[in-house]
């Protein structure tokens, strides 16, 4: 801004509405990315639930699943994009939203063990 200004200050003043607009835009970039810093998903086993709690743009969730009815199903919507739901019940899941689509099969199996996993 203070550059705008001082092409502003030597007659080229049509130069201070795109500067603020380009401040403004920095502003709302900044403030979107703060809210999504603290965005994280866990996935657990507590006795015999798997416990999905999750934060997304300030809003936490945390559900249970009982392991021996959960169900773990993936959906291809493109050739590059998928999707990973658990449920049961009726309730179903998105996880692994912060996934890069390579990593989510590894994390589908990675449920899949988690589900497997025989008690003591």
């Avoid at 920095?26 to 965005?39: E, G």
């Avoid at 959960?70 to 996934?99: C, D």
């Amino acid at each position: 801004m203070s550059i705008a200004v001082g092409f502003a200050a030597y007659g080229l003043w049509l130069v201070l509405p795109y500067a603020g607009l380009e401040c403004l835009a920095l502003a709302l970039a900044y403030f979107w990315l703060k809210r999504q810093a603290n965005d994280f998903e866990m996935i657990y086993l507590k006795n015999d639930q798997i416990i999905v709690e999750s934060s997304f743009s300030g809003t936490r969730q945390k559900v249970a699943f009982s392991r021996y009815w959960i169900q773990v199903s993936i959906e291809q919507l493109k050739a590059n994009r998928l999707k990973i739901f658990v449920g049961s019940h009726g309730n179903r899941l998105e996880v692994g939203r912060l996934l890069p689509s390579a990593k989510k099969r590894d994390l589908m199996n990675r449920i899949k063990l988690l589900i497997d996993v025989q008690s003591f």
